[in-house]
């Protein structure tokens, strides 16, 4: 079956960074896009970007092209999402989730920023 | 952007009754290839959101037919019928015609 396993919680202090993993598996990784998706506490839904997992391109939303990356280890199956410079804003469940149809999400991974 | 606005925020319901969500965007949601991409989510409580229904009105892998999606340019609607304690948490809606994709703002559904 297809499932998307993400890695675990973080606890990082502002400054610092984060990469996060996405593992795809039940299919083939490179025949569909992968996206990312914040969801801040107690907030609704925002698209952050994707990334094509055939090239490797990422295009990223507005709000998310300072400091966060988007990446690829295509022999794993795995994306992966880094953000710089974390600040407390970053504070939130990050989601992947495949394709144009969001149809597949990972479980989410909460990132906590404190000093 | 385009903006997804969900009515109404909250929905109160009971086990077996039947309910709609509605869903607006600030413009069409037609995509030049001729499909509307807008879709379908729910978010239940600590859990990651899923899918139901696609393109307006497809329902997904394993979503039972009490689940219907209608509409069409910038006007949608989610129907639920014999509504189930499963059904209870968050839905979405989310429209990924125009860059980048939005999601609307999320109506819980939660019992009377």
């Known amino acids: 079956q297809i499932q998307l396993v993400q890695s675990g919680p973080e606890l990082k202090k502002p400054g610092e960074s984060v990469k996060i993993s996405c593992k795809a598996s039940?299919?083939?990784?490179?025949?569909?896009?992968m996206n990312w998706v914040k969801q801040a506490p107690g907030n609704g839904l925002k698209w952050m970007g994707w990334?094509?997992?055939?090239?490797?391109?990422?295009t990223y939303a507005d709000d998310f092209k300072q400091r966060f990356v988007f990446s690829l280890e295509t022999s794993a199956s795995t994306a992966y999402l880094q953000i710089n410079n974390l600040n407390i804003e970053d504070t939130a469940t990050y989601f992947c989730t495949r394709e144009w149809r969001f149809d597949y999400w990972g479980q989410g991974v909460m990132v906590t920023v404190s000093s | 952007d385009v903006l997804m606005t969900q009515t109404p925020v909250s929905l109160p319901v009971s086990l077996g009754g039947q309910v709609s969500i509605s869903c607006r965007s600030s413009q069409s949601l037609v995509h030049s290839d001729g499909n509307t991409y807008l879709h379908w989510y729910l978010q239940k409580p600590g859990q990651s959101p899923q899918l139901l229904i696609y393109r307006v009105s497809n329902r997904f892998s394993g979503v039972p037919d009490r689940f219907s999606g209608s509409g069409s340019g910038t006007d949608f609607t989610l129907k639920i019928s014999r509504v189930e304690p499963e059904d209870l948490g968050v839905y979405y809606c989310?429209?990924?015609?125009?860059?980048?994709?939005?999601f609307g703002g999320g109506t819980k559904l939660e019992l009377k």
């Open positions: 039940g299919y083939t990784f490179t025949d569909y896009a």
């Open positions: 989310l429209q990924s015609t125009h860059f980048p994709p939005t």
């Open positions: 990334i094509n997992t055939q090239t490797g391109k990422p």
